[in-house]
């Protein structure tokens, strides 16, 4: 029985450690529309416990402004994506240059609301003053 056990949990171990070295954090994916022509954003967080986490912690998307959740989304991607954050090897295709729905902008800056007070990553040295529910 030990003999078969041994294997298994070593199997198991690497099948986590794989799993967990591929894996994306984030990404926002954009899907035109052929019906009128418009494109649509989606933000997929490879993060399970994330989607709870949020629909129970965020405050209403109108809590702030839009231009409040770009602007420090935009500070936050651009350390992220930097290179210098050793728990990622994946950059977040955010840009200055689109008007993403601000469903988009909310959920994105609570993700990184997320890493650092969820997950203790520090990432900007400083973060909003974001009260959690």
Known sequence: MIR?????????IMAIV???GTQKDVAIKNEKN??????EYKLIVFDARFETWYTTH????????ESYYESWNSRYV???NSGGLAWTNEPINYR???DYPVEIDHKLFYYFVYEEKIK????????PNVAIP
Do not use: E, K
């Open 18 to 20: 794989a799993a967990c």
């Open 120 to 127: 203790d990553r520090d990432i900007l040295g400083q973060s």
């Open 58 to 65: 965020s405050q209403p998307m109108d809590y702030f402004s």
């Open 78 to 80: 651009d350390v992220w």
């Open 34 to 39: 052929n019906g009128n022509d418009s494109t």
């Open 96 to 98: 200055r240059d689109v």
């Open 4 to 12: 078969f056990v041994q294997p298994l949990i070593a199997v198991i």
